[in-house]
């Protein structure tokens, strides 16, 4: 497929549509056709991250929906990736450097970041994480307690402003709808890996309250790489009466150290591919953070002729990171506050025929960060100040949103959102050049059609457009690090998608979406220097795609899936001072991406399960004069689940790496000095053993 075009793939796409509708047809001959809202409940699957709960297959867009089951058997929990590289679209870096936080990238969106998650909107059990300028950390998630995650691939911007990739919304358990639960937790693994953790909570009459906390210890693979980390998320609800419900959701999270290995270079990996890189041990670079979060959320469906949605939250983050380096000011401070709220109601509107509802809200949000940077001696000892700053930046968006029922088999989706985004700088410090303020005006829109084929086939097309404001640090790099560019523009997309969803095949699920994504004045790195990324607009890029998944159950204890995506993800328009990059491919990304799980689950409890992942060649940097090969990993887990002496047990044990092969976890793009390189794990093994009442 290396040469493959878009026009190609879209006929393979239809082709094979075609036959699954012939398929289907043959299978279902003596069914007798009925319309899709008499499904049974109990097999509607509903998703709620398009900010309008719908069936899945009446969403006019790419998304997908992780159970329980998949987050949480026999996990190590270490990072996100391990349970949703599942879904097609999705790509993930960065495992296993918890000073840097894992990069996610949708579509393309989110690879170019260095400092966690961009492009991507991150929400965890309702409440944003993505602050008002764009960026969004995962060290504050609580994935022992996850009880599901959506994920909508797609245009974004007209649900919830400052994105451009997709939704990923997270939720953790809260006790609503279960049994008292109590269980303890401990799983140990290679390189020093250790997690205690503690689980308890349920249904109590009117009240809900669930408590998850743990205790992670880790040496690394690299040197220079050991974290520790503690987490408690606390969730307590009340039913205030029939369809009104309070709740409130409490996490707090501890990282005293997340050291950070550097990035090697190819001569650097020759010698030894577990060092640390620049001066990582020399000045003990590191990351140290502790922050909370409270929230409270409303829902109420009896008071008004519709549904009203509230919800506020406060969280609190401080912040210390000393990068590997003496040559530049590398020891950076913030104390930040982000807080906000929103409303969101939801009804019917009869006037626009049956079945017809519209949403509208608005989102209010507010991120305060008191920054300090300082030089730091060859010795690690803290020097002279270079920064002494107040960046705050303001968030306020207003939407709505129509689906309409234009008959039992089709339906649109119309939405509309403006933001008004603020970001402001107060230079304290020397000259004050620092100093600087930017508004962002944006509209986004989306429409989407939905064609329900038959009872169990959809088939949706959909358009719109999403924008990516510059982040605090991409507006002080692009200036050098010291001043306040106000040439720095926003990045804008526009989104163009077909898809098809196909539950109508004896055992089998599939899915796909064809997609090609405009954008203009895209923010990438276009160099590093100084301990800097300096960024800039990069003129116009194009990005085409294909995303397949597949589930096929052998039998009630055998099943398969697998999740392929095809990126051709290009420059258009785009050169440097120097260099001209029209026709690259955008840098840190495959071409192909595919994954694979086969599990087995036996009625006395025992299950084995084996996973694969294959990567296809990255470049390293815009030029792509260096080209990263690419990287297939199998990994396998087993285990039983099972009672004795009045309690549950689960006794796990897994080997990631089964086949010890060498790859990176993680591609700095653009590094200076070509040290683009962090080595990942060989084959490791971790154990797990669980106890509940």
């Not at 807080?339 to 989102?363: E, H, I, M, N």
Request: overall charge negative.
């Amino acid at each position: 497929m290396r040469n493959s075009s878009p026009a190609v793939l879209l006929l393979t796409f239809v082709v094979a549509c075609s036959i699954s509708t012939a398929l289907a047809q043959t299978a279902a001959d003596e069914l007798e056709p009925a319309a899709f809202e008499t499904a049974e409940e109990e097999d509607r699957i509903l998703v709620t991250a398009a900010r309008l709960d719908r069936d899945l297959l009446l969403s006019p867009t790419a998304v997908s929906l992780v159970d329980e089951e998949a987050l949480q058997t026999a996990r190590q929990a270490l990072q996100l990736d391990e349970s949703l590289n599942r879904v097609p679209g999705l790509f993930f870096q960065n495992r296993y450097n918890f000073a840097q936080n894992l990069r996610v990238s949708v579509r393309g969106f989110g690879a170019r970041s260095p400092f966690g998650i961009r492009g991507v909107r991150l929400l965890v059990d309702g409440f944003p994480q993505t602050l008002p300028d764009g960026q969004a950390q995962v060290d504050g998630i609580d994935l022992e307690s996850l009880a599901s995650a959506e994920v909508l691939r797609g245009p974004s911007s007209a649900l919830y402003g400052n994105a451009s990739g997709g939704v990923l919304s997270l939720r953790t358990q809260d006790g609503r709808g279960l049994g008292p639960e109590a269980q303890a937790r401990a799983t140990w693994g290679s390189f020093g890996f250790q997690r205690l953790g503690v689980r308890a909570g349920g249904q109590f009459d009117e009240w809900n309250a669930y408590v998850s906390a743990w205790d992670l210890r880790y040496d690394g693979y690299r040197d220079q790489s050991r974290t520790e980390t503690r987490l408690l998320n606390a969730h307590l609800g009340r039913e205030l009466g029939a369809g009104r419900h309070l709740g409130l959701v409490l996490t707090v999270a501890d990282q005293p150290i997340g050291q950070d290995p550097a990035a090697l270079n190819r001569d650097q990996l020759a010698v030894d591919r577990r060092a640390a890189g620049g001066q990582a041990v020399q000045v003990n670079s590191r990351q140290e953070v502790s922050q909370f979060r409270l929230g409270f959320r409303y829902e109420d469906t009896t008071s008004l002729p519709g549904e009203l949605k509230a919800y506020a939250f406060v969280s609190q983050r401080d912040f210390k990171q000393q990068l590997p380096s003496t040559f530049f000011p590398s020891l950076i401070e913030f104390d930040r506050d982000f807080f906000g709220g929103g409303l969101q109601y939801t009804d019917l509107l009869d006037v626009a025929g049956p079945d017809t509802r519209y949403t509208v809200g608005v989102d209010l949000a507010r991120q305060r960060d008191d920054r300090r940077r300082f030089r730091v001696t060859p010795t690690a000892e803290r020097a002279a100040q270079t920064q002494d700053e107040l960046q705050r930046a303001d968030n306020g968006g207003v939407f709505a949103q129509l689906d309409l029922g234009l008959s039992e088999q089709w339906r649109a989706v119309l939405g509309l959102r403006y933001d008004r985004i603020t970001l402001d700088i107060d230079d304290f410090f020397g000259e004050r050049l620092g100093s600087g303020r930017r508004n962002f005006d944006e509209f986004s829109w989306t429409t989407g059609l939905n064609y329900m084929i038959r009872p169990g086939r959809q088939f949706y097309l959909n358009a719109g457009t999403a924008f990516e404001t510059p982040t605090f640090t991409e507006i002080k790099d692009a200036a050098g690090g010291v001043g306040f560019s106000l040439d720095l523009e926003p990045q804008r997309a526009r989104n163009l998608e077909f898809g098809l969803r196909d539950e109508t095949l004896a055992n089998l699920d599939l899915s796909a979406a064809l997609f090609r994504v405009h954008t203009r004045d895209e923010i990438i790195i276009v160099a590093a220097q100084d301990g800097l990324n300096i960024f800039d607009n990069a003129g116009r890029t194009r990005r085409d795609g294909l995303e397949l998944g597949a589930e096929y159950r052998f039998s009630e204890r055998m099943s398969f899936s697998a999740a392929y995506t095809w990126s051709r993800f290009r420059f258009t328009e785009f050169r440097d001072a120097t260099s001209l990059f029209d026709g690259n491919r955008l840098p840190g990304l495959p071409e192909h991406a595919l994954f694979a799980e086969l599990a087995w689950r036996a009625d006395s409890g025992w299950f084995a399960i084996a996973d694969t992942l294959l990567v296809s060649a990255v470049y390293a940097d815009n030029a792509n004069t260096e080209r990263v090969a690419g990287y297939g990993l199998i990994n396998a887990r087993a285990g039983r689940a099972f009672s004795s002496a009045g309690l549950s047990w689960e006794a796990f044990g897994a080997l990631n790496n089964l086949t010890d092969r060498e790859y990176f976890s993680n591609i700095r793009v653009n590094a200076a000095n070509g040290a683009f390189f962090e080595a990942a794990p060989e084959r490791n093994v971790f154990f797990g053993l669980r106890v509940g009442l």
